[in-house]
Every structure is written in C-alpha cells, then in structure tokens.
C-alpha cells in the first residue's frame, strides 16, 4: 500500500475510514518507509539496495476523510506523524510491559537459513532466509482458523489433520515471503491445539510437499523473544504490529493514540530541521549514552544511539511527559 492507493480508496470521494484501516495504514506506511530508506537484502535475487541521496526529501502525505494524521518523511533520516485527535488527551502511568513470545521453533534449523526475525500483524511469523537468496522458511502461529483457501488437500500434521496446497509467490507477498515472480511456494496448516493454528510455508529448495511436511515435523514448542523490546509502557497499551525486527506500534486500547519504535541504521543529524513541526531539541543521557529529545507540535521524537552506531527512534504523543518519554526509552533494548 502506499499514498496514492490510500488516496484512492479512503480519500474525500469515498466513504469515512474506520479506525482500523487508519491504524493499519499507519503502520504499513511505516513499513514502507523503512524498506526505502535503509539498504539490506531483499529476497530472492533482488538487487541490494545501495545507500541513498540525502539531499533528496521524499514527502508522503496520507489524507483520510476524518483527517486523522499526516506523515511526513526525509530519506534516510526522521519519521513524524500527527497523532490522531479523535479523542481529548489525558494523562497516561507507565508499566512493565512484556512484548510478545513467540511460541514455537524449528528443531532443528535447516542448515543455511538464518536465525528467525519476527512479523507480528495479524498473524505471528517467524521467517527463516536462505543465504541463497532464493529459499525460505516462514513458521506462522494463528489464534483462529485463518480463510479456507479454494484448492487444498488433506494430510496429516503431528497426527493431526492438515490442509496442504501450493500457490505463486509474487514481489507483493508479505514480509518474509518475497522471491521471484511466478516461483512457487508450498504451505501446510493444521489446528496443533485448541486455539492454535500453525501454518509452514517453503520457498525454493524448500517449496516441495515433502520439504514442508518434513519441516512440519520439526515444529516444537519453544518460546523465542523478539529482539526489539520494549519493558515499560503506558497502562492499557497493547502491541498494535511488529514489523521484520525493525518497526514496534503499540496502541493505546480505548483510543487511537499510538507510540513507534524503529530501528534505523544511522542517526539523523538535523533533527530540529528534519522532525515535522519541531519546536526544541534537548540532549539527555540513555543508559550512559547521549540521546537526543525533540518536542514538535503533535509528538515527542526520541533519538537514541545503540553500541553499533546504529539507532532506535521512538514516537510518543504529546500527552506524556518527557520525563515519561525517556524513562520508556531507557527500557528499550535490542539483541541482535
């Protein structure tokens, strides 16, 4: 999804967007976001994405009928976004937070995939690349049966009965499934307890009937940790998605209000120019290490370096305070 596909469904000639869409949007254009500001390996043959120009601006406004928010972006640098003004801010207390265990694993991992990175929208994947380019893994958990798809056959999973079937993988697949166009992808699904639908799907070398149902096999019960945490939030939020290790939304339950966190592969230097209505930039201290503290007109925007020179950014609205804001940003950890 991006801005001109959002204008044409959702703009001021269509019908009002619910709440749900909007966040979605949000994230998704996030998303989008990080995948064209930060070079890394793409799937399956695609090129490397190699650096960017910094002098080049790439705005992108997202316009909703209810007006709810505007992002505004710089390549390779800040991320701003008006939080949503449905509601009349109120104070928040904060409290340990436990970000998502994902709860299964591959025993053992097929030699040449690496370790798992994390999707959670929707559905919890855990995706396995190939250090060919062209295979992978994805280990997807469900807490209800997803959509039955047109054409599957039975087979059976663990003893229990599963639904195997085989489709094209085009470039618009989601995260963690993305190869050629017209290369085939192979899936197996089976309930493996009440409430707990488990789906594996093989790509390249692995995107056989027998390669899959054999890495079914080899699904146990072993709970593994995002590597982005987050151990302090406001009471009464929740995680909203979660975005290839990279990208955290969490949403507050009773309203739209949002906080972001997202790892990016260098700092942004003008953040007073560069952060979407910035008013002041302050200098404060992370876990011994300086950061930097931006209040703009709707948002706080935190910058915080890692040990790699690498860094994580966090989005809170305006309704925290800043001592808030940092206390948030001191329990923010990556293991990479």
Do not use: C
Request: aromatic share 6%; glycine share 8%; no cysteine.
């Amino acid at each position: 999804m991006n801005e001109i596909t959002l204008l044409q469904e959702h703009g001021p000639d269509s019908a009002p967007a619910t709440k749900s869409v909007l966040n979605s949007a949000r994230h998704r254009l996030l998303t989008e976001i990080a995948d064209a500001t930060e070079p890394r390996q793409r799937w399956a043959g695609l090129h490397r994405q190699h650096g960017f120009q910094r002098a080049r601006v790439l705005a992108m406004t997202v316009v909703a009928a209810s007006a709810l928010f505007v992002f505004s972006v710089v390549v390779g640098g800040v991320i701003s976004a008006e939080q949503s003004r449905d509601r009349t801010p109120v104070a928040v207390s904060l409290v340990a937070f436990q970000m998502p265990v994902f709860p299964l694993a591959l025993d053992p991992v097929p030699a040449g995939l690496t370790a798992p990175f994390f999707d959670l929208d929707g559905r919890f994947l855990a995706g396995y690349r190939a250090t060919d380019g062209e295979s992978g893994v994805s280990l997807i958990v469900y807490d209800q049966r997803p959509d039955p798809r047109e054409t599957t056959r039975l087979v059976t999973v663990h003893g229990q009965r599963g639904e195997l079937w085989e489709d094209q993988l085009g470039q618009g697949a989601a995260a963690g499934e993305r190869s050629q166009n017209g290369a085939t992808r192979v899936s197996v699904m089976w309930e493996r307890e009440p409430g707990q639908w488990v789906r594996v799907t093989g790509r390249g070398r692995f995107g056989t009937e027998a390669a899959v149902l054999a890495l079914a096999d080899t699904v146990v019960e072993r709970p593994q940790e995002v590597p982005l945490q987050v151990r302090l939030a406001p009471a009464g939020w929740e995680v909203f998605a979660f975005k290839d290790d990279r990208i955290l939304t969490l949403k507050d339950e009773n309203s739209d209000a949002t906080m972001n966190v997202h790892l990016a592969e260098r700092p942004q230097p003008d953040l007073l120019g560069n952060v979407m209505g910035a008013q002041e930039v302050s200098t404060v201290q992370v876990n011994g290490r300086e950061a930097h503290l931006v209040r703009a007109d709707e948002i706080w925007f935190r910058q915080v370096p890692l040990p790699d020179g690498s860094v994580f950014n966090l989005q809170a609205p305006l309704f925290m305070t800043a001592d808030q804001v940092v206390a948030i940003g001191e329990q923010v950890t990556v293991e990479r």
